[in-house]
């Protein structure tokens, strides 16, 4: 019997949420995703400092002292972590932007040409990676600028049908709506238990998946952050699905048949409507869900604490 991981595949293209190499060795999905987080994770591995302390090392001599020599050893080390993961998929990886610059435009558009110059020093071609930034109204003016320049972005800590048709407008490339988090809110919104169809996540990622389709906006849509193999499931026939190790490990382990519950002719037949994304109304609208915007705002703070501890672990080691 064919198990649920290579059955999923055979209607969504598969990607590793880890920074763990070996995991991806196990599982050999198509793309991987990384984020301070799971970053910060592996950085703390003993089997993974020398990739650390190789960094470190090209460093020495250099010029650089103090927060501007940190910045350069995090940057770089985002990208050898990166490197290593591309040596293992055979598609793309994607590398993100400090959150802390999720407000910033002008900011988060240097420092994504910063990591895709890392990456193209070391021979990668920019079809292989992705740029992942936040998915604020400023997060998505940098990637409009980034798309004309040739610079792809996954557009992150996304909540929201607004943020998903802002991005599109705006010509991103993919977008990672988060489907654990959403379900996380409502759960300790109204205290009510949620079956995979039910689930808030999943409906949300629906109607971005129905929308985009309807409309004919060629934007990846790459659902994210599950808390449950029936969320993936439900999800099936999505773009991609990032996916976390211990969850690609139950779909390995599981023969189940699955039915894929995505499709272009079913959104197609929708009744979603068109809305308007304009700066003005993304703000309003945004604003209106307090889902989203304690969940993107949560998001960041979260990301920005990992890069803080980081930066601290790099220091200590400089």
Request: contains cysteine.
């Amino acid at each position: 019997m064919t198990s649920q991981l290579e059955q999923l595949k055979q209607y969504t293209t598969v990607v590793a949420d880890t920074g763990d190499f070996r995991q991806m060795e196990e599982f050999t999905p198509y793309d991987a995703t990384t984020n301070p987080s799971l970053i910060l994770a592996a950085a703390e591995k003993a089997e993974y400092r020398p990739i650390i302390e190789n960094v470190i090392a090209g460093f020495k001599g250099s010029d650089l002292t103090g927060d501007a020599l940190t910045e350069a050893v995090m940057d770089n080390v985002i990208v050898a972590f990166g490197l290593e993961i591309l040596k293992r998929v055979p598609g793309r990886v994607s590398s993100e932007v400090d959150a802390r610059l999720s407000f910033d435009t002008e900011a988060t558009v240097a420092k994504a040409r910063e990591i895709m110059a890392l990456y193209e020093a070391a021979g990668i071609p920019r079809e292989r990676v992705l740029i992942k930034i936040a998915s604020t109204w400023e997060g998505i003016q940098a990637a409009r600028q980034l798309a004309l320049e040739g610079i792809s972005c996954n557009l992150t800590l996304l909540f929201s049908l607004v943020q998903a048709v802002a991005c599109a407008e705006a010509g991103v490339r993919l977008i990672s709506p988060f489907v654990g988090r959403i379900l996380d809110w409502y759960v300790s919104a109204t205290g009510e238990s949620y079956t995979a169809e039910t689930d808030p996540g999943v409906l949300s990622v629906r109607s971005i998946y129905n929308y985009y389709k309807k409309f004919d906006y060629p934007v990846q849509i790459m659902g994210a952050s599950f808390r449950n193999k029936d969320e993936v499931l439900a999800l099936a026939g999505c773009d991609l699905l990032t996916i976390s190790p211990n969850l690609l490990a139950e779909l390995a382990a599981s023969n189940e048949a699955i039915t894929p519950l995505l499709s272009p002719e079913l959104a197609a037949a929708s009744d979603i409507e068109r809305i308007c994304a304009d700066e003005k109304s993304f703000r309003f609208l945004f604003n209106e869900d307090a889902m989203a915007t304690e969940k993107t705002a949560d998001g960041i703070r979260r990301f920005s604490a990992d890069i803080r501890k980081l930066e601290t672990l790099l220091a200590s080691l400089i």
